[in-house]
Structure formats: structure tokens, C-alpha cells
């Protein structure tokens, strides 16, 4: 079945940077538009960044956009999110996800994610 696991996620300085990794399993990884989703505690799930099925188009959200990367390894089934100077703000549990239809470009509505991973936390805090 479908799984997705993430990982990298920590306790980081503001302006300092993480890197999350995806390691996703049991569908056609490379056929799917994957994204990153977080949830900030009493807020709801927020979409963060998005990539298309070749990897060749990307989508971030205002907060976001410049300060992180979304990327994906097709051979490895691993996707990432490079964050640099990151904020408090950005405190968050981080999801990677699995887009419901196959060979699309970057979703940024995250009701289109039809699996998610249990999440890791990235904390920003001095």
C-alpha cells in the first residue's frame, strides 16, 4: 500500500535551515505530482510547496517562495524540502503528499493530496 515517511525535521535557529525528506513506497512514485502540507498548532493544514510529475514545474506559497525548495529524486522515490532561513513562523508539523490523480503539474490545493505521511516536526525557535 501506499506509504510515505518523512524525516529531518529538528529544532533550528531563525535564519538557520532543514532539510525533509519523503522516502515514499507501493505506487508509481515518478507518475505523481507530490507536495508539502503543515499544520501550525490551533491552525489548519497549510499548503507549502508542490512539483509536477517530471519535476520540471514547482508551486510555493507567498510565505515560502525563495526561502525553500521543493525537489524530487524519481530513481530513489525520495522527495525533499530544503528550508533556509527559516522563520518561527514556520513552525510546523511538515506532511509530504501524494496527489489523487497521476501525471499533473504542482497542486497547491491540498484537498487534491489523497495520502499524506504521519508528518515531522520542525520547530524555529532562538
Known amino acids: 500500500q501506499v506509504q510515505l515517511v518523512e524525516s529531518g525535521g529538528g529544532l533550528a535557529q531563525p535564519g538557520g535551515s532543514l532539510r525533509l525528506s519523503c522516502a515514499a513506497s507501493?505506487?508509481?512514485?515518478?507518475?505523481?505530482?507530490m507536495g508539502w502540507v503543515r499544520q501550525a498548532p490551533g491552525k489548519k493544514h497549510e499548503f507549502v510547496a508542490g512539483?509536477?510529475?517530471?519535476?520540471?514545474?514547482?508551486l510555493y506559497a507567498d510565505a515560502v517562495r525563495g526561502r525553500f525548495t521543493i525537489s524530487r529524486d524519481n530513481a530513489n522515490n525520495i522527495l525533499y524540502l530544503q528550508m533556509n532561513n527559516l522563520k518561527p513562523e514556520d513552525t510546523a508539523m511538515y506532511h509530504c503528499a501524494k496527489d489523487h490523480l497521476d501525471y499533473r503539474g504542482p497542486q497547491s490545493d491540498p484537498r487534491v493530496y489523497e495520502r499524506w505521511g504521519l508528518g515531522t516536526q520542525a520547530t524555529v525557535s532562538s
Open positions: 507501493g505506487f508509481a512514485f515518478g507518475h505523481y505530482a
Open positions: 512539483i509536477g510529475w517530471q519535476a520540471d514545474n514547482t
